[in-house]
């Protein structure tokens, strides 16, 4: 099951291209079947891919545990990145209901179009050596791309709900993620590989572009605090132009009726 590649992908390789190509064209392609699915339809949907999602994941900590990391105690692959809320929030949609279930819907069409796109065209740690890794990686974030846009139809067709509960929800999930890093940096021991949730790290600067070289400017916990911000700022950014083009498609709409 450990196959590799012959070289190691790299970012914006030929690989990398028409992999982000294919996503691109699926999504396209499935935009317009989204658009006519009833909203029954898109919440099972998000809840299958959800579901997918889950039981890949559960394949990716034994592959890594057995061909990555063996006999190393790692919590690198922890599973509470911000992509993987988009795991948990579309596997368990079916049973939230009210504002909940609204700030669930909210997430995952802003914060998880964000980590997804951003992840995808900032790929990192996806370029992985193991094929199996790679393809997974790949595919786990075209899914979260999936999700945000069944979520974002089904709030098209509703009032809009509001930003804040989604943004309470992001910022709950980042405490327990730097909770997750700070403990896993003293479970990890001196030959073990500590978290790094959220990409915030309160030990060593940000491997994020950018975001690592102003951390050495400014110092970590600064960068941390800038960088939650602008996902906030970005989210909202995606979620009031997707207010403002349902709004449109809305009027249209009710002006061609």
């Known amino acids: 099951m450990d196959i590799t590649f012959t070289n190691k992908p790299v970012p914006y390789g030929p690989l990398h291209l028409s992999t982000l190509a294919f996503i691109a064209i699926l999504a396209a392609s499935v935009f317009p079947l989204l658009r006519r699915a009833k909203e029954k339809t898109l919440c099972r949907m998000i809840a299958v891919m959800g579901l997918l999602m889950i039981v890949t994941e559960i394949w990716k900590q034994w592959f890594v545990s057995v061909y990555v990391y063996p006999g190393i105690t790692s919590f690198w692959f922890f599973p509470w990145q911000l992509c993987s809320m988009s795991m948990y929030l579309s596997a368990a949609l079916p049973f939230l209901k009210g504002r909940v279930r609204e700030a669930a819907l909210v997430f995952l069409a ?32 075209a899914l979260m791309i999936l999700e945000a846009m069944c979520a974002s139809m089904i709030l098209s ?21 730097e909770v997750i890093n700070i403990a896993s940096h003293y479970a990890a021991g001196k030959d073990g ?59 249209d709409a009710r002006a061609r009726g």
């Not at 914060?111 to 990686?137: E, K, T, Y």
């Not at 009032?159 to 993620?177: E, T």
């Not at 491997?207 to 989210?235: N, R």
């Open 157 to 177: 067709r509703h009032d809009r709900p509001p930003f804040r509960p989604a943004l309470v929800l992001y910022l709950c999930c980042a405490v327990i993620a």
């Open 110 to 141: 802003s914060f998880s179009l964000l980590a997804s796109v951003f992840a995808l065209l900032f790929p990192g740690d996806m370029m992985r050596l193991q094929i199996l890794l790679f393809m997974h990686s790949f595919a786990y974030h």
């Open 193 to 251: 590989i500590e978290a790094n949730m959220f990409n915030i790290t309160p030990y060593y600067p940000s491997t994020q572009p950018v975001f690592h070289d102003i951390a050495v400017k400014i110092g970590i916990i600064p960068e941390i605090i800038l960088y939650l911000t602008l996902i906030a700022l970005g989210s909202y950014w995606i979620f009031k132009a997707e207010s403002r083009a349902a709004g449109r498609a809305v009027r």
